[in-house]
Structure formats: structure tokens, C-alpha cells
């Protein structure tokens, strides 16, 4: 198995993974636009066949997890916190301070993983989620913070 950079040529497989995952997921054009954005990155876990990816943005010290997408048959092997990590230690990297997202507060394996990575609660954005039906889903906003970029300082220099 092995976790890496994904890029906006890859943008058709990684639309398949997000359908997978989602049901209707983003168009190609949709992820490839946000990997080639301001600040946008996508980290991709495959073993033979793409298995899930993370797409990400960094901007003005902050970074945010636009989807994460991890196949059904390959979940609950520890792929999905696997990417949120190299995601957050990117961003980290691109000069974010703190990692932001949104999730679905009817999803519970995706609330217990961002938990257990290190993220709290901080908001909701009511109706944000459209559901069958004409129902929608309140959103949860999670924050996990990163500290100064590693890259912040120069060797010898404290981060204050």
C-alpha cells in the first residue's frame, strides 16, 4: 500500500473513488479544479487501484479538508486517519496553523475518527447536508490545532 501526492490528471480516479464512497459524488472537473486552487492538495492511497483520497486546502495559515474519501471495502483499516495525518502534517508544512472541516453529524464512523485525530468541536452550519427526501443534515465544524510550521523558523530560532 502505498500514500502519495495526487494531482488534477488524476482527477477521473479520484472522482470514481469519491462516488464510490458517496453515492453521487464530484465530477473530475469539480476535484480537479480544487487540486489546481489556491492552495489545493490531494493525497491518494492505492494499492493496484486508488482506495481512497483526501483534497485539501491551505490558505492565510489555515487549511481545510474539503472531502475524504475512502472506498467501502477497503474502510476500517485505518486508510481514512492515515490520510487525515499526512494531510495535517502538510498542511502544516504549507504554513497552517490550524485544520478545519465539516461533517455530516449523521455520520458517526466519520465523527469518531476526526475525534480521534485530534479535532473538536467548534460550530454547525444547519441544513448544510441535502438528503433524500428534501431533508438535509446539519453539518458539525471540527478544528484541529497544528502549531507553527515546522519551516516558521530558522535552525536555532525559538518559535515564540
Known amino acids: 500500500m502505498r500514500l502519495r501526492g495526487a494531482w488534477a ?3 477521473d480516479a479520484l472522482a470514481a473513488v469519491h462516488a464510490t464512497a458517496f453515492g453521487q459524488g464530484w465530477s473530475a472537473a469539480e476535484i480537479a479544479a480544487l487540486v489546481d486552487g489556491p492552495g489545493g492538495f490531494a493525497l491518494l492511497v492505492e494499492d493496484e487501484v486508488p482506495l481512497g483520497f483526501i483534497l485539501c486546502r491551505a490558505l492565510a495559515g489555515e487549511a481545510e479538508i474539503l472531502t475524504l474519501a475512502v472506498v467501502p471495502a477497503a474502510r476500517r483499516r485505518g486508510l481514512g486517519r492515515a490520510l487525515v495525518e499526512a494531510a495535517a502534517g502538510a498542511a502544516a508544512l504549507a504554513g497552517a496553523e490550524a485544520l478545519f472541516l ?17 479535532f473538536a468541536v467548534v460550530g454547525a ?3 448544510y447536508y441535502a438528503r433524500e427526501g428534501g431533508t438535509a443534515a446539519d453539518a458539525v465544524v471540527m478544528r484541529r490545532e497544528l502549531g507553527p ?4 523558523t530558522y535552525p536555532g530560532e525559538a518559535n515564540e
Not at 107 to 114: I, Q, V
Not at 149 to 152: M, V
Request: glycine share 12%; net charge negative; charged share 30%.
Open 9 to 11: 490528471h488524476e482527477a
Open 125 to 127: 452550519r444547519r441544513g
Open 149 to 152: 510550521s515546522p519551516l516558521s
Open 102 to 118: 465539516e461533517v455530516a453529524e449523521d455520520n458517526p464512523a466519520a465523527l469518531d475518527l476526526y475525534r480521534g485525530a485530534g
